[in-house]
């Protein structure tokens, strides 16, 4: 990632007008964000009529169709399908969207702002507005201090960058280059805790519990390790046998999953050498290190490890 100043204030005021093109999760969040603090949002367009009218009259806005929202603002946000962006600004840009006075933005986090390059070609400034955040339902409100990666040439950029501001989040300049690994950052963040407690709460099934009483018996952990996280950061956060360097709670731990659950047990023990750094981070010596990684590896991955110059 790259270091950007942030814009003068100079222009704060100079906003532009804004089309949403795509009203699901994000489209509806964002775009409520974007008007409460008063930004004029003049047409949205999406596949369902009804709900289209019905932000459009909360926004002061017009419900039309792709094409005309297009050629409506100074700036169209696609907030769509990352597959359907290539096809959606292809087809818009035949039709006749978009000059040099206009932007366009997509808000995947995943590709570059280069997909929009038939808007381009039409003279349009393109970028790339991506809100970190898992966004569950349309009726959320904007999550309070989240970051938006943004990617995107001066002067778009400092005018995503004031947006950003604007909804109460810190930009994050990005480079088309670094977006899978910043997308991989954030799926690993987000998708997969939600795997990680689903794991754990299949195991606290194994014992007799509902998977409500599961989920209801893990978020409180869950949400301390959070606040640990918060509070505390990186590596002081971890709590545990690793960080105790308790060998034998580890072995249990594995003895116990190759019984009932084999792969979750190959999952333990990929997790556990993950965390081996933190751990050591935190003031486990190298020679217990050694010890704890040894007994996680299987046979096969040590033959593997003594051919890398980094082992996992």
Same mark, same amino acid.
């Given at each position: 990632?790259?270091?950007?100043? =942030? ?37 949205? +367009?999406?596949?369902?009529? =009804? ?21 409506? +603002? ?5 907030? @769509? ?7 959606? %600004?292809?087809?818009?840009?035949? !039709? ?13 986090? #995943?590709? *570059?702002?280069? %997909? ?7 003279? #349009?400034? @393109? ?5 970190? +955040? #898992? ?8 999550? +309070?201090? @989240?970051?938006?990666?943004? /990617?995107? =040439? ?12 604007? @909804? ?11 977006? *899978? ?7 690993? #963040? &987000? ?5 990680? !407690? ?6 606290? =099934? ?34 545990? *046998?690793? %960080? ?15 019984? %009932? ?24 010596? &190298? ?11 299987? *046979? ?9 110059? /980094?082992?996992?």
């Amino acid at each position: 990632m790259t270091t950007l100043p =942030q814009p003068s204030t100079a222009d704060d005021d100079v906003r532009p007008s804004l089309a949403i093109i795509g009203l699901g999760r994000v489209g509806t969040v964002l775009g409520r964000a974007l008007h409460a603090v008063g930004y004029r949002i003049v047409a949205v +367009a999406g596949r369902d009529a =009804q709900q289209a009218q019905a932000l459009a009259a909360q926004w002061q806005a017009r419900a039309v169709d792709n094409l005309t929202a297009a050629r409506s +603002a100074d700036l169209t946000l696609l907030t @769509i399908p990352d597959d359907a962006l290539g096809p959606v %600004v292809s087809d818009l840009a035949a !039709a006749g969207a978009w000059h040099s006075a206009q932007a366009v933005v997509h808000t995947s986090g #995943a590709l *570059p702002a280069a %997909v929009l390059e038939p808007a381009q070609r039409r003279g #349009a400034a @393109i970028g790339s507005f991506h809100p970190l +955040a #898992a966004f569950a339902s349309r009726t959320m409100a904007m999550p +309070a201090g @989240i970051s938006v990666a943004i /990617e995107a =040439q001066a002067p778009l950029r400092d005018t995503l960058w004031r947006m950003a501001r604007a @909804i109460g989040a810190t930009p994050l300049p990005i480079e088309a280059r670094d977006k *899978p690994l910043y997308h991989a950052a954030a799926v690993i #963040a &987000s998708n997969y805790t939600v795997t990680l !407690a689903a794991i754990a709460a299949q195991l606290l =099934q194994r014992l007799g519990a509902t998977p409500e009483q599961s989920l209801d018996a893990l978020l409180p952990l869950m949400r301390t390790t959070l606040d640990n996280l918060e509070q505390q950061g990186l590596p002081a956060a971890l709590t545990g *046998p690793l %960080v105790r360097g308790d060998l034998g709670t580890l072995e249990r731990h594995l003895q116990a999953l190759e019984r %009932v659950a084999p792969a979750i047990a190959t999952f333990y023990r990929c997790l556990a050498h993950g965390t081996l750094p933190l751990a050591q981070a935190r003031g486990l010596s &190298s020679e217990r290190v050694g010890a704890i990684r040894d007994a996680l590896t299987l *046979p096969a991955e040590l033959l593997r490890d003594s051919r890398s110059e /980094e082992p996992f």
